[in-house]
């Protein structure tokens, strides 16, 4: 294999089709045009490629990916159906991230990174974010801002493992903690397992949290969802797990593909 585009599509294809998407049985009506495998390729195409907006990337994949798809769906379609299947392509990114062993590895990096959702304040108050998102400040930038904080868990070469959007107030201890009672529900990392943040923190044991406590924590695990129009929390849930995913089929196919840098994406924006 090498380290294209169009040949990571057709590896990510193969992968999905045979591992993450369940056999589909048979339902009154017409069958999809595009299949779940599909539209995660699109999903995948359209961030390697850069496109910022989903408005502009199904009329304009016909020229770059016509030739791969017998059918290319039309925005609002697009749209629904990459919201419905974003657990789908969350389960995708933990199977790619089992294929590299990430289990097994001992260290683990956490970082976090804001979400801007809003930039005015009527914006807050009428967005369908509102109660979840709050404000926060990014010291990157020497502001503030509202929306949401990202915090994400890869193993040492990058590779995505579990991620959690959280309350920008809270505080990262206390994300971190419920952010390692998320993975270890799902049998995701080791035990014990060495994390390495702003400081280098040992957990011998994972404790998961009580259900209270995800409430009264103001968090929402990765499998929050809500009516599907951006922006919602199921929009903004699809958007970060397609990016998530991107990310995770890149370094997957660099080290099946033996490139040096397994992070590198220069390959694939083209």
């Known amino acids: 294999m090498t380290a294209d585009l169009d040949t990571l599509l057709t590896a990510l294809y193969v992968f999905v089709g045979d591992h ?22 699109l999903a995948v195409a359209e961030v390697l490629l850069g496109f910022p907006s989903q408005a502009h990337w199904p009329r304009l994949c ?9 059918y290319l769906p039309k925005q609002p379609g ?23 062993s990430a289990e097994t590895d001992e260290y683990r990096l956490l970082d976090a990174t804001a979400i801007p959702c809003g930039t ?6 009428r967005s369908r974010l509102a109660g979840w998102a709050n404000y926060g400040y990014r010291a990157s930038h020497s502001r503030w801002y509202w929306g949401l904080k990202l915090y994400l868990i890869t193993t040492a070469h990058g590779m995505p493992v579990v991620w ?3 309350d920008p107030t809270l505080g990262e201890r206390e994300v971190a903690r419920k952010l390692l009672g998320h993975a270890h529900d799902h049998a995701l990392p080791p035990a014990p397992l060495v994390l390495i943040a702003r400081q280098r923190l040992r957990w011998s044991g994972l404790r998961t949290p009580s259900r209270a406590s995800w409430a009264s924590g103001s968090c929402a695990p990765t499998g929050a969802t809500s009516p599907t129009a951006t922006p ?9 797990t397609q990016r998530l995913l991107a990310l995770a089929a890149a370094i997957w196919h660099n080290c099946n593909t033996a490139v040096p840098t397994a992070r590198s994406l220069i390959a694939y924006d083209h």
Not at 78 to 100: F, G, P, V
Not at 232 to 240: D, L, N, Q, S
């Open 20 to 41: 993450v998407v369940p056999p589909e049985t048979r339902r009154p009506g017409r069958p999809k045009r595009v299949t779940d495998a599909e539209l995660m390729c």
């Open 62 to 70: 016909y020229c770059r990916l016509g030739g791969m798809f017998g």
């Open 78 to 100: 697009y749209c629904k159906r990459l919201n419905n299947a974003a657990a789908l392509m969350d389960k995708a990114m933990h199977m790619l991230a089992a294929e590299l």
């Open 120 to 125: 005015s304040r009527p914006t807050a108050q």
């Open 164 to 166: 959690w959007l959280a």
């Open 232 to 240: 919602t929390p199921a929009g903004v849930y699809a958007r970060i």
